[in-house]
């Protein structure tokens, strides 16, 4: 088993953290800038930062908030949401990102992804992959696209293998039906794509345990446990989460 991160991760709209369930029904989860620096604080290894709407909204990711969060922290932080161009990723990086997440724009375009491992290294380029339930796919779980919006027809761990192909060197899986449930992660398809791809895999999508986190490291084999409404709604910190799996016998950094 790797040593495990855990990634705090700030859903943002309208310059607010917020948070849903099954990417629907957001409510509002207080300042990205102190939220950041509280989650930094707390001992998050990393920070996500994903912009949920930038891409049904045709833009690009807020850089002037993600400038001023990237200010308050001193761990990595991916930035999501609109990332459609060689030009938006060296936008992220000048504002502090330390890499990004593709998401719509690596589904419709896979030479993009390609172009940007070459241009800024695989390691700064992570593929959001939003799931759902399908059972005609062979994982039995399908790629949607337009923040979780789209079905594709794309099986998840198929395309997948298909973005180690590109270069790109994460993955993102995020269940529709587990996100912001609290009823835990979709371990089946975590662990279908560690396994087929060999990449480093973050859990995303129904954290609500301590016992959650501890399933998504070891019988998901992720190496970076994300999540959100936990953390934001005061269920458990960051340290809270970190002393639980040190009982359990899993590494994790700090």
């Known amino acids: 088993m790797t040593c495990v991160s855990i990634i705090p991760c700030l859903d943002m709209k309208d310059g607010r953290v917020v948070k849903g369930v099954h990417f629907v029904e957001l409510k509002d989860a207080g300042d990205p800038v102190e939220a950041a620096a509280a989650y930094c604080a707390d001992g998050a290894d990393e920070l996500a930062f994903l912009d949920i709407t930038?891409?049904?909204?045709?833009r690009r990711a807020m850089f002037d908030v993600l400038s001023r969060v990237s200010k308050a922290v001193t761990v990595p932080l991916?930035?999501?949401?609109?990332?459609r161009t060689l030009q938006d990723i060296e936008d992220a990086l000048?504002?502090?990102?330390?890499?990004?997440?593709i998401s719509s724009a690596a589904f419709r375009n896979p030479?993009?992804?390609?172009?940007?491992?070459?241009?800024?290294?695989?390691?700064?380029?992570?593929?959001?992959?939003?799931?759902?339930?399908?059972?005609?796919?062979?994982?039995?779980?399908?790629?949607?696209?337009?923040g979780g919006r789209t079905p594709t027809g794309k099986d998840a761990v198929e395309f997948a293998l298909a973005m180690k192909d590109t270069g790109a060197g994460r993955i993102l899986p995020t269940s529709k039906a587990c996100d912001g449930?609290?009823?835990?992660?979709?371990?089946?398809?975590?662990?279908a794509i560690v396994e087929q791809t060999g990449l480093p895999v973050i859990a995303s999508g129904?954290?609500?345990t301590l016992e959650h986190f501890y399933e998504a490291a070891t019988i998901g084999k992720a190496s970076a446990l994300l999540a959100a409404s936990v953390?934001?709604?005061?269920?458990?910190?960051v340290a809270q989460v970190?002393?639980?799996?040190?009982?359990?016998?899993?590494?994790?950094?700090?």
Request: contains cysteine; proline residues 1%.
């Open 54 to 58: 930038a891409t049904i909204e045709r």
């Open 78 to 83: 991916t930035v999501g949401g609109g990332i």
């Open 94 to 101: 000048a504002a502090g990102a330390s890499a990004v997440s």
């Open 111 to 146: 030479q993009f992804v390609r172009d940007a491992a070459k241009a800024f290294g695989g390691e700064r380029i992570c593929i959001a992959i939003d799931v759902d339930r399908n059972d005609a796919m062979p994982s039995k779980r399908e790629v949607y696209i337009d």
């Open 181 to 191: 449930s609290c009823g835990g992660y979709d371990l089946d398809v975590t662990r």
């Open 206 to 208: 129904g954290a609500g």
């Open 231 to 237: 953390f934001h709604f005061g269920t458990f910190t």
């Open 242 to 254: 970190k002393d639980y799996l040190r009982t359990k016998g899993v590494q994790v950094k700090g």
